[in-house]
């Protein structure tokens, strides 16, 4: 490990050198721009595989706001009573 980085744990474990883990990060990260070079992607000449590039994923922003929006239609549908989830909204669990 680095200098900055004392120690890494994920999900309350150690971090294992020997598994690969995937990492949603923003695009400047992945090319050195922040001084990680750990987190450098392939094209920039560091080691991580970029599995959706900026110019064709979706920024974080506008994922994070879509998922907002439909929290926010998702509570509309709720008041629309039983007859209308029955039609809308199908249970995958028996027991839900």
């Known amino acids: 490990m680095g200098s900055r980085i004392l120690s890494v744990e994920i999900d309350g474990s150690p971090l294992d050198n020997d598994r690969i883990y995937?990492?949603?990060?923003?695009?400047?990260?992945?090319?050195?721009?922040?001084?990680?070079?750990?987190?450098?992607?392939?094209?920039e000449g560091g080691e991580c595989e970029e599995v959706v590039s900026e110019e064709n994923?979706?920024?974080?922003?506008?994922?994070?706001?879509?998922?907002?929006m439909s929290l926010t239609v998702l509570a509309k549908w709720k008041g629309w009573g039983p007859s209308l989830d029955r039609h809308w909204f199908v249970s995958v669990c028996p027991s839900c």
């Open 22 to 43: 995937v990492l949603a990060t923003r695009g400047y990260m992945g090319r050195g721009k922040d001084g990680y070079r750990s987190l450098l992607v392939q094209p």
């Open 57 to 68: 994923g979706m920024l974080i922003s506008a994922m994070l706001r879509q998922y907002f």
